[in-house]
């Protein structure tokens, strides 16, 4: 399965976004895009509606 790249952030506290970069093993984008935001509400206690993200993509191959 090809690992995702997914960045964004999600609200913290008032008028604060934490940034976040999570990588995922998972078979499509939307697939990534919904374990982060599984992962993150878990996590955090935010809803979806407070979790942004602004960028998913192929993690780059490990270097040898």
């Known amino acids: 399965m090809p690992t995702w790249v997914v960045r964004g952030s999600f609200y913290a ?11 995922c093993e998972a078979a499509t984008d939307p697939a990534a895009r919904e374990w982060v935001l599984s992962e993150i509400g878990s996590c955090h206690h935010v809803k979806r509606r407070q979790i942004r993200i602004d960028e998913v993509a192929p993690a780059p191959p490990p270097a040898a």
């Not at 506290?13 to 990588?23: H, L, V």
């Open 13 to 23: 506290r008032r008028d604060y976004w934490q940034p976040f970069r999570k990588e």
